[in-house]
């Protein structure tokens, strides 16, 4: 009914006791379908074109964001060869018998390409607007930046507001830039958050965090696979791929960031509806079993009939079960 799916009944006790959120950025924090804003090169369309059809041999959302933009214009792709893609740096291949590079400063520096001063420039003003720079490079020379934004969801920001009442930090993961990361963290409204960091990376950190106490990881992508089962509790958005929907302890169904709260107040409202329920069974039957045997007869006290007695222990398993029902008014 709230669209929120506990795959097992250790994640209803263990989401209760959290006390730190972690979130991925694409797709989680932000709707997933980030678009080219900014192509910045002496010659935008052969930029995009060359950057376009390498990218097209990718499933990144970064690189079908590329893809998108140059059939928009128009541009028809070129055939690659000898694709490659490096995890968390960016992708490469050979078009026309040239090598293209696309990806992140990480990149280009293992390939020992240099930035001009003017594009250096250009990386950190993209950077600062809370966009994702993506550098092409043909042979050893950057032809250009080409800009890609991905907007927030418009629950992100209230959600993270719902949680930080609740005293749980929030920390912001991705594979962005420290400027990029920042921008974005800012506009969240995330306690803290880690920037450029690999899917094996993401893995540690939440391996580090859980030193400190109970953690949770909301994701996405299959990137987000190895996180979310090295959380004590993952939790998926209801756009995630197949495999983090596997991975994950708890689903969002309804694809709403909103619901990450909703499930934490759902986990404490049935924990306490349990133990409501044992602190209310052991007391019944520490005074209901004495009356029934006769034991209070020896001081002088009360015995219930055997008709009685049986009464007794069916009103005392018709009281769990009403106080249990009450978990349906929660909304």
Same mark, same amino acid.
């Not at 009944?9 to 900014?38: M, N, R, S």
């Not at 107040?265 to 007391?283: C, G």
């Given at each position: 009914?709230?669209?929120?799916? &506990?795959?097992?009944?250790?994640?209803? $006790?263990?989401?209760?006791?959290?006390?730190?959120?972690? &979130?991925?950025?694409?797709?989680?924090?932000?709707?997933?379908?980030?678009?080219?804003?900014?192509?910045?090169?002496?010659?935008?369309?052969?930029? *995009?074109?060359?950057?376009?059809?390498?990218?097209?041999?990718?499933?990144?959302?970064?690189?079908?964001?590329?893809?998108? $933009?140059?059939?928009?214009?128009?541009?028809?792709?070129?055939?690659?060869?000898?694709?490659?893609?490096?995890?968390?740096?960016?992708?490469?291949?050979?078009?026309?018998?040239? @090598?293209?590079?696309?990806?992140?400063?990480?990149?280009?520096?293992?390939?020992?390409?240099?930035?001009?001063?003017?594009?250096?420039?250009?990386?950190?003003?993209?950077?600062?607007?809370?966009?994702?720079?993506?550098?092409?490079?043909?042979?050893?020379?950057?032809?250009?930046?080409?800009?890609?934004?991905?907007?927030?969801?418009?629950?992100?920001?209230?959600?993270?507001?719902?949680?930080?009442?609740?005293?749980?930090?929030?920390?912001?993961?991705?594979?962005?830039?420290?400027?990029?990361?920042?921008?974005?963290?800012?506009?969240?409204?995330?306690?803290?958050? @880690?920037?450029?960091?690999?899917?094996?990376?993401? $893995?540690?950190?939440?391996?580090?965090?859980?030193?400190?106490?109970?953690?949770? +990881?909301?994701?996405?992508?299959?990137?987000?696979?190895?996180?979310?089962?090295?959380?004590?509790?993952?939790?998926?958005?209801?756009?995630?791929?197949?495999?983090?929907?596997?991975?994950?302890?708890?689903? *969002?169904?309804?694809?709403?960031?909103?619901?990450?709260?909703?499930?934490?107040?759902?986990?404490?409202?049935?924990?306490?509806?349990? !133990?409501?329920?044992?602190?209310?069974?052991?007391? !019944?039957?520490?005074?209901?079993?004495?009356?029934?045997?006769?034991?209070?007869?020896?001081?002088?006290?009360?015995?219930?009939?055997? +008709? &009685?007695?049986?009464?007794? +222990?069916?009103?005392?398993?018709?009281?769990?079960?009403?106080?249990?029902?009450?978990?349906?008014?929660?909304?």
């Amino acid at each position: 009914r709230l669209g929120i799916l &506990f795959r097992h009944a250790a994640a209803i $006790e263990q989401l209760k006791q959290v006390k730190t959120i972690i &979130f991925d950025k694409t797709g989680t924090l932000t709707e997933g379908k980030p678009k080219v804003t900014d192509i910045l090169s002496d010659d935008p369309e052969t930029t *995009l074109l060359l950057a376009a059809s390498v990218e097209q041999d990718s499933e990144h959302p970064l690189s079908r964001a590329v893809v998108t $933009e140059a059939k928009e214009k128009g541009l028809a792709l070129l055939p690659t060869k000898q694709f490659q893609a490096w995890v968390g740096k960016g992708i490469e291949a050979f078009v026309q018998d040239k @090598l293209i590079r696309i990806g992140n400063p990480s990149l280009m520096t293992e390939a020992t390409i240099q930035l001009t001063k003017k594009q250096e420039e250009q990386l950190a003003m993209l950077s600062d607007q809370g966009k994702t720079p993506l550098l092409v490079a043909q042979e050893q020379q950057l032809i250009g930046i080409i800009a890609v934004a991905d907007t927030l969801r418009k629950e992100t920001v209230a959600a993270i507001e719902e949680l930080k009442e609740l005293n749980i930090k929030t920390i912001m993961l991705t594979g962005d830039n420290e400027r990029t990361a920042k921008a974005i963290a800012l506009k969240a409204g995330v306690d803290s958050y @880690l920037a450029q960091q690999l899917p094996e990376q993401k $893995e540690q950190a939440i391996a580090d965090f859980a030193k400190q106490g109970m953690v949770a +990881m909301v994701g996405d992508g299959i990137n987000d696979a190895p996180a979310l089962a090295k959380a004590d509790v993952g939790i998926a958005v209801g756009s995630a791929t197949d495999v983090a929907r596997e991975t994950a302890d708890v689903v *969002l169904v309804r694809n709403n960031l909103r619901d990450v709260t909703k499930a934490y107040q759902l986990s404490k409202a049935t924990m306490r509806n349990i !133990y409501q329920n044992l602190f209310w069974a052991f007391f !019944y039957n520490t005074l209901g079993i004495p009356l029934a045997t006769g034991v209070f007869t020896l001081f002088g006290g009360p015995q219930l009939s055997p +008709m &009685f007695a049986a009464f007794a +222990m069916s009103m005392s398993s018709v009281c769990v079960v009403l106080n249990a029902l009450r978990l349906n008014r929660f909304k």
